[in-house]
């Protein structure tokens, strides 16, 4: 019986996507992958024709654009985004997904915010409580790949502080 993939870290982006693409780079170099999950509550505009066709047709479950450096798709759904579902059809085996969005305040995902200035790379991991009373790491692009390695890299499951 084969182990099951554990589901990917998930952190709330505090900047667009453009801020993260050293940390991007570092993680593949480190033979890790990681991804963007947006959540948006309108279609992206411009979307494909055929996929703005698709999406109109109701019975259309899927369909699928593919290009030469990657693939649009779209997928009916029959009620609200699961997360779980989401990571498990688009991240499996995924280290880290960076996540952005209308719905992401809702999730109360630790944010990841770039805590670099120039010519010193860095990031800054922000867990808000209940109370108000927060914890937050400033780290290099290293530690933070060596944090990702762990189950629980922020102590959150075990009410420990990850040191």
């Known amino acids: ?17 453009e801020a ?6 570092a993680l593949e170099a480190a033979g890790q992958r990681a ?17 703005q066709q698709a999406a109109a047709m109701e019975s259309v479950g899927r369909a699928v654009v593919v290009g ?5 798709s779209w997928k009916r759904r029959r009620g609200p985004a699961v997360q779980r579902d989401v990571q498990r059809e688009h991240f499996r085996d995924y280290r880290l997904v960076l996540v952005q969005g209308e719905d992401v305040e809702s999730e109360a995902l630790p944010r990841l915010e ?8 860095g990031w800054r991991v922000v867990v808000e ?8 790491w400033r780290l290099s692009t290293a530690e933070l790949i060596s944090r990702l390695r762990k189950p629980d890299p922020w102590g959150l ?3 420990s502080s990850s040191e």
């Open 35 to 51: 991804g963007w999950l947006e959540h948006q509550s309108a279609a992206p505009d411009p979307l494909p024709q055929s996929l």
């Open 68 to 72: 030469p450096r990657g693939n649009l």
């Open 20 to 25: 993260y693409g050293s940390l991007f780079s």
């Open 157 to 159: 499951k075990s009410g």
């Open 114 to 121: 770039p805590a670099g200035s120039e010519g010193d790379e």
């Open 129 to 136: 409580s209940e109370g108000g009373e927060g914890k937050s």
């Open 1 to 17: 019986m084969s182990k099951a993939a554990r589901p990917p870290h998930r952190l709330a982006a505090a900047a667009p996507i």
